[in-house]
């Protein structure tokens, strides 16, 4: 499944699961077109490695990067992503790498993420230009 479908059957699961939180799930289309795209979508406020959903519970921002299950990642791509991740957590939020819906549902019900900092760190130091999430 490719990131793009993990990310529909989430929010389409979500919107049908909790209608009344509707608003609290939200995606950052953090895409550009080309250079001259991406350097205007930079001066209005596009931040590189932010992830792909937000979600807000409880006064808490929940921030969810989605990945493809056993495909290959840059590994400069993760760090930029990583780091925003820290920014997040250092001034209160959560930040998660998941690759199904069933991960999801483990960090909205439980706050249970398999790939946190500190597992998405360790997995940095193992790989030498990609990383895999199995």
Not at 1 to 25: A, C, Y
Not at 42 to 57: E, R
Not at 119 to 130: D, G, H, M, Q, V
Request: aromatic share 8%; glycine share 8%.
């Amino acid at each position: 499944m490719t990131e793009k479908q993990l990310q529909s059957q989430i929010v389409l699961d979500f919107s049908q699961k909790r209608p009344n939180e509707r608003g609290l799930l939200w995606a950052t289309m953090n895409r550009t077109l080309s250079i001259r795209d991406g350097q205007t979508q930079l001066a209005m406020g596009m931040i590189p490695g932010v992830s792909d959903l937000i979600y807000f519970k409880n006064g808490t921002l929940i921030c969810i990067e989605l990945k493809e299950k056993g495909k290959s990642h840059d590994k400069k791509h993760i760090i930029k992503q990583l780091n925003w991740g820290k920014i997040i957590e250092a001034n209160g939020g959560i930040y998660c790498i998941i690759t199904s819906l069933v991960e999801f549902w483990q960090l909205i019900n439980n706050g249970i993420c398999i790939y946190d900092i500190r597992e998405i760190e360790k997995l940095l130091e193992n790989s030498k230009s990609k990383v895999v999430f199995v």
